[in-house]
């Protein structure tokens, strides 16, 4: 079993309130429960998206790796800064941006920025806020793990890529 552990941290003197990281720990209990399931294993390793009318496997900047591969690496919680086995060691620190940003990583920097305006955001969506955030810290933290997506905005409605692809996947089985 693949177990998420979040790590909160201090950013320039913003912390997470006690009621953000209460929220933020439900939703990793909740990530832990579907990425465990079968039905996770299935679409990750059945992914497949359609661009225009044909259907194609595999996902994009995926590191040469099998849907296989990136499977077993995204359930092993190894990421180049914690070898850590079967755990998703995720380090969050607070950030405002007022801009569309839901969040973000730095190349080299073990932490996800979370914007706290998209975190109170879902904090008050009660129907999207769970699902949404939880697309979100998996999105992030495989860029972590090394994986990347294009930053070529035009590019956006083409990005299978592996963070937008199991982000997605989880954002979607937690909706229900």
Same mark, same amino acid.
């Given at each position: ?15 997470? /309130?006690? *009621?953000?990281? /209460? ?14 399931? #079968? ?32 499977? #077993? ?6 990421? *180049? ?21 839901? +969040?973000?990583? $730095? ?33 992030? $933290? ?17 990005? *299978?890529?592996? *963070? ?10 937690? +909706?229900?």
């Amino acid at each position: 079993m693949t177990t998420v552990e979040l790590h909160f941290f201090e950013n320039k003197n913003l912390l997470f /309130s006690e *009621p953000q990281k /209460s929220f933020l720990n439900e939703i990793s209990k909740k990530i832990q429960l579907q990425i465990n399931s #079968d039905e996770f294993r299935t679409k990750v390793l059945n992914f497949k998206y359609k661009k225009g009318r044909h259907y194609h496997q595999d996902f994009k900047l995926n590191k040469g790796k099998t849907r296989n591969q990136i499977f #077993d690496i995204f359930m092993s919680g190894k990421d *180049p800064y914690d070898d850590t086995d079967k755990v998703l060691n995720i380090h969050i620190k607070p950030y405002i941006k007022k801009i569309k940003v839901h +969040a973000t990583t $730095y190349k080299n920097v073990r932490s996800v920025f979370l914007n706290t305006l998209y975190l109170d955001y879902c904090m008050k969506n009660t129907k999207t806020g769970n699902s949404k955030m939880a697309g979100t810290l998996i999105h992030e $933290y495989i860029h972590i793990m090394g994986f990347s997506h294009y930053t070529n905005k035009a590019k956006k409605k083409d990005m *299978p890529t592996v *963070p937008w692809g199991i982000g997605n996947i989880i954002k979607k089985l937690i +909706a229900g």
